[in-house]
């Protein structure tokens, strides 16, 4: 939360993404999301449209999903010739540092 603050400077080998809460991590790194991005980076879809076919989830949805992980830095988006929006998942890998000290208000 220092850093977030801007009261300590990020080390090179210090965390990519950052949440707020346990809360918002669950929800955004739900087992379906990250089912999601394992399928993003395994089979790398060539738009939006080809992810909702390959996932049958409702386009809006997912859109917003991806937008709300693309927030977080877990997903990029390419434009393909075609207008289209690739997505992309930027980590191979997700490590949690968590402190179970109490923090102070």
Known sequence: MAIARGELKQSAQGPKVWF????????????????LLALIAKEKPESLQALVERTG????????????????????FEKRPNRALAPRVNYDDIRLDLSLRAQAA
């Open 57 to 76: 989830r409702a386009k809006s949805n997912l859109s917003r999903t991806l937008k709300t992980m693309e927030r977080y830095g877990l997903v990029r």
């Open 20 to 35: 707020t809460s346990i809360e918002s991590l669950a929800k955004v790194l739900s087992d379906r999301n990250r089912e």
